[in-house]
């Protein structure tokens, strides 16, 4: 007679409590993997379907009143909400407009948790809650500034993503003169291609796309490293072996590269929720005026927002996004 061996009821549950234990110790990873990929080719989408729309447009500044007086007293402020429906309506397919004071109608959460999860902060709801530098005193007139605190405005895609909008009415076009940034950005979205489901944290269902320019506009969504690199370096060096600003960067991973000028311009208005340094020292981007060991690059401010042009082989700090 044969004899059939087979496991018995003991081993077959061992081996599933096995199953069971590395399950639950990699599915969470794969998951995240998962959305993070997601999320990442949602936001490309996002980026250039606002891109195109924002291009059609003649002009980004204008739309809309604001309240000039802190009692608000003055005028009502529309500019945000006007900018929606009187501009990128016309050339962007929008599915519900939220006027200032009622943003969570279109699905933005009240509170985010910053990059990196280092906290969690009120979702901001006008300019001056942005980044309260955009409104520097020292730095809000002129050629310096111009920026409203406008209060923001949001609309929901046809997408299902929750984008609010930060305004700036008086916005200029570009100069290649040395000049602070903030009157060069126009209009600042922040979305969450989610709504309130979560994780509400920047970096994966939360991000920012930034318009600079109230001519020619250029449209960016720089998506940052959580810390910058851990010293001052120059843009350029012909040193064999030494680091410079492109090769911190690849340094800290092969997947990040330097921002160009108008992607810092775009981490210095979002700062808050980047946790970007205070360093007086100024970061560098990657648009360069003129080659080589003498040329001259572009960097950044965050302390001010001054962007200014300087030679290579100064050192500043760096911050890198990703590819």
């Not at 809000?140 to 895609?157: P, Q, S, Y």
């Not at 909008?165 to 979305?191: E, G, R, W």
């Not at 040193?239 to 810092?264: F, K, N, S, V, Y």
Request: hydrophobic share 40%; proline share 4%.
């Amino acid at each position: 007679m044969k004899k059939f061996r087979g496991f018995t009821l003991a081993e077959v549950l061992i081996t599933l409590a096995i199953i069971g234990i590395v399950a639950a110790i990699t599915l969470p990873s794969l998951l995240v993997n998962v959305n993070e990929k997601a999320w990442d080719a949602q936001r490309k989408a996002l980026h250039a379907r606002l891109a195109q729309a924002i291009g059609q447009m003649n002009t980004l500044g204008g739309y809309g009143t604001y309240t000039e007086d802190e009692d608000g007293t003055a005028t009502a402020d529309t500019a945000a909400e006007s900018f929606i429906l009187d501009a990128l309506s016309k050339v962007y397919k929008i599915n519900n407009v939220c006027g200032p004071d009622k943003l969570n109608s279109c699905g933005i959460p009240s509170k985010i948790t910053t990059l990196d999860a280092v906290a969690e902060i009120n979702f901001p709801t006008k300019m001056k809650e942005l980044n309260a530098k955009l409104l520097n005193g020292a730095h809000n007139t002129g050629e310096n500034g111009d920026v409203a605190d406008t209060k923001a405005a949001a609309f929901e895609t046809v997408n299902g993503e929750s984008i609010a909008v930060f305004y700036n009415p008086l916005c200029s076009s570009d100069t290649t003169a040395i000049h602070y940034t903030q009157n060069k950005m126009c209009v600042n979205f922040i979305y969450d291609l989610n709504g309130e489901e979560g994780p509400n944290q920047v970096g994966k269902d939360v991000g920012f796309i930034t318009a600079l320019y109230n001519k020619n506009p250029v449209v960016v969504a720089p998506v940052p490293y959580s810390t910058d690199y851990a010293s001052a370096v120059p843009q350029y060096t012909e040193t064999e072996g030494q680091i410079d600003a492109p090769r911190a960067c690849i340094a800290m991973g092969e997947d990040l590269r330097l921002p160009d000028r108008d992607e810092l311009a775009s981490l210095f208005v979002n700062a808050p929720l980047v946790n970007l340094g205070e360093s007086t020292n100024g970061y560098w981007s990657s648009s360069v005026i003129s080659l080589g060991t003498l040329g001259v690059a572009w960097g950044q401010a965050f302390t001010s927002g001054y962007r200014s042009h300087t030679g290579r082989p100064n050192t500043h700090y760096v911050r890198c996004i990703r590819r």
